[in-house]
């Protein structure tokens, strides 16, 4: 029966993921990966020789139709993102909604997802959170930033090193210098670190140490 697998991977970590998840990939017919190098790292590490295809955000509009045609031929396929969980900031949506308009089957696994870790690290109140992702790098962000400065759950956000500071900074200037924050960077790998603080104690501590890697910021609501 034709079935499209959503699967988490490790975000860090190559231990973070799941004996279901290491099954599937095994017995599927194909795997959709956002990358397949960094993709193929992750199957060589557990053995795992099922067949590859290239889908990424860049492609993704163009071969929906003809992934829906191959799972209506009756095939399953597993999607996989470069680290977490698909469509989570990462491509999956069009597939997951094209599958479920053509009547496919589509079953998620549970797994690793950075913003859970770095919102439980953070300290700050996690019973009503809302994710924001990305901010819109120029248009649109100032819109943003002025309706979440009213928002009193706590946020989530995910961050690039080189727009960190840009990102404190307008946390700074639309929240305010002593809204609380928790920047988690490089989940689960060798360097992993979670710096808590007033938004404009954090940016200074960025500011005098250059951050690498992956980030999440995690803001507390207004209170």
């Known amino acids: 029966m034709s079935k499209l697998y959503i699967v988490p991977t490790p975000i860090g970590n190559l231990k973070d993921i799941t004996f279901r998840a290491i099954a599937i990939l ?6 959709l990966a956002e990358d397949t190098r960094t993709s193929g790292k992750l199957l060589k590490h557990y053995d795992i020789n099922t067949q590859m295809q290239s889908h990424h955000m860049h492609n993704e509009h163009k071969t929906v139709d003809t992934l829906i045609q191959k799972l209506n031929s009756g095939i ?19 597939l997951t909604r094209a599958c479920i308009e053509n009547d496919i089957l589509v079953d998620c696994l549970p797994g690793a997802t950075a913003f859970v870790p770095a919102l439980v690290n953070s300290g700050l109140p996690n019973d009503k959170f809302v994710f924001e992702g990305f901010l819109p790098v120029k248009k649109g962000r100032q819109t943003r930033l002025l309706v979440l400065a ?7 956000f ?7 500071l840009k990102t404190l900074g307008h946390f700074c200037e639309y929240f305010g210098e002593n809204r609380q924050v928790s920047v988690s960077r490089e989940l689960t790998k060798l360097y992993e670190e979670t710096i ?11 500011t005098n140490k250059p ?10 609501g207004k209170k």
């Open 26 to 31: 095994k017995e599927v017919d194909l795997i």
């Open 76 to 94: 399953t396929i597993a999607l996989i993102s470069d680290a977490g969980t698909p469509a989570i900031s990462d491509p999956g949506f069009l």
């Open 150 to 156: 009213e928002e009193t759950r706590t946020m989530i």
């Open 158 to 164: 995910y961050e690039s090193p080189h727009k960190l």
């Open 196 to 206: 808590r603080g007033s938004a404009k104690e954090v940016l200074e501590y960025y």
């Open 211 to 220: 951050p690498k890697g992956e980030i999440v910021i995690v803001v507390a």
